[in-house]
């Protein structure tokens, strides 16, 4: 549906970016398609292209929209390669960054516990999919996670599905189940390996590793996966860009 509603509330371009962001919300512009120009938009908001202009600087900013020159402005997509590493944050300390392969252990579909509810803003009982994969860096074991995700959203997904796909985890969910992830939140800490770590990892109980714990978001700032992995940073290192 068109949305039609001009802003009314200051600053006007933060107006604006509402509105645009309901209509990605909307599904009216699907990731890694072109959006109307900014003349287009300032004319359907009536407003001037400097503050649509304005508007879009600031989703592009925040990795929701990415200028190409000379072509547009497009939605942006977890299928671009250069989305790779955004949520990612995993570097080798030597340099040579390499895109990770993803190795889907297990899949199966369960009742949300407190916790899970909680962080996915669900109710208890309510149905999810869990997922356990791993990632190796050069056929390396470097990452195990365990993925939880809401099981009315994710209706279909298996493990066959996720060792069809090829691309990045987050790729798939775009792709397959039309979601975005727009937006996480993060609690990083110190653990020691235990069994079941150490046997994926290939390294002995108690090892020391970085536990990352990941509440992810879409659009309308909805919580739509709850990640807990495991980091072996004999290799690696986390990084976090701050500005």
């Not at 309901?22 to 009536?46: C, F, K, M, T």
């Amino acid at each position: 549906m068109m949305i039609q509603e001009s802003p009314t509330f200051s600053p006007l371009y933060r107006q604006i970016k509402g509105l645009i962001l309901q209509a990605l919300e909307a599904g009216e512009w699907r990731p890694g398609q072109v959006i109307p120009s900014e003349q287009e938009l300032a004319g359907r908001y009536n407003v001037s292209q400097g503050t649509v202009r304005k508007a879009i600087d600031e989703m592009a900013a925040d990795n929701l929209l990415v200028r190409k020159q000379g072509k547009g402005t497009y939605v942006a997509s977890h299928n671009d390669p250069r989305a790779l590493f955004r949520f990612l944050r995993l570097v080798p300390i030597d340099g040579d960054i390499s895109s990770p392969a993803s190795v889907p252990l297990e899949c199966w579909r369960a009742k949300a516990g407190p916790e899970a509810a909680r962080m996915l803003d669900i109710r208890p009982g309510d149905p999810i999919t869990i997922v356990r994969r791993l990632l190796k860096f050069s056929h390396k074991p470097v990452v195990i996670d365990e993925i939880y995700l809401p099981g009315e959203v994710f209706q279909g997904l298996t493990l066959e599905v996720l060792q069809s796909w090829s691309g990045s985890l987050y790729g798939l969910f775009e792709s397959r189940f039309g979601l975005r992830m727009i937006r996480a939140q993060e609690s990083i800490r110190a653990v020691a390996a235990d069994r079941s770590a150490s046997e994926v990892l290939r390294v002995p109980e108690g090892k020391p590793l970085l536990s990352v714990e990941r509440v992810t978001y879409t659009y309308g700032d909805k919580p739509v996966e709850w990640r807990r992995g495991l980091y072996l940073t004999d290799e690696h290192f986390y990084l976090n860009e701050l500005s």
